[in-house]
C-alpha cells in the first residue's frame, strides 16, 4: 500500500516523454569556443600614447582614492579604538579607587 503522500507527490512529478526523439529539455548551453589571443584581438583597439598616459593617470587617481577611503575608515576605528581605550582606563581608576578605601585600615 502507498500512503497518500506518495501518490500525491506521484501526482506532481512531471511524465517521461515516450519518444526518445521529443526532448522536453531546452538545449544545453555552448561555450564560446575561440583561441585567448582571438578573443584578445577583438578587444584591443589601437591607442595613442596620450590615451595610454591619461589611463594610467586614471588609474593612479583611482588608486590614490581607493588609499584615501581606505585612510578615513582607520582613522574613525583608531577614534573608536581611543575613545573605548579612555573609557576603560577611567573604570579601572575608579575600581583601584574603590579597591584601596575597601582594603585602607580604620
Known amino acids: 500500500m ?3 503522500s506518495v501518490v500525491v507527490m506521484e501526482d ?3 511524465s517521461v516523454p515516450h519518444d526518445p526523439s521529443e526532448e522536453s529539455h531546452p538545449p544545453y548551453k555552448r561555450q564560446a ?3 585567448s589571443s582571438a ?3 577583438n578587444h584591443q583597439v589601437p591607442q595613442s600614447q596620450e590615451d595610454v598616459i591619461h589611463f594610467q593617470k586614471e588609474a593612479i587617481w583611482r588608486q590614490m582614492q ?4 581606505e ?9 573608536e579604538l ?3 581605550s579612555v573609557y576603560h582606563d ?10 584601596t578605601q575597601v582594603l585602607a585600615p580604620r
Do not use: G, M, P, T
Not at 581607493?66 to 577611503?69: A, F, G, I, N, Q
Not at 577611567?90 to 579597591?99: F, G, K, P, S
Open 90 to 99: 577611567d573604570h579601572l581608576r575608579i575600581v583601584d579607587a574603590w579597591w
Open 2 to 4: 502507498r500512503s497518500s
Open 39 to 41: 578573443a584578445q584581438n
Open 66 to 69: 581607493e588609499y584615501k577611503r
Open 12 to 14: 506532481r512529478k512531471r
Open 82 to 84: 581611543d575613545k573605548r
Open 33 to 35: 569556443i575561440q583561441s
Open 71 to 79: 585612510r578615513n575608515i582607520l582613522e574613525a576605528r583608531l577614534e
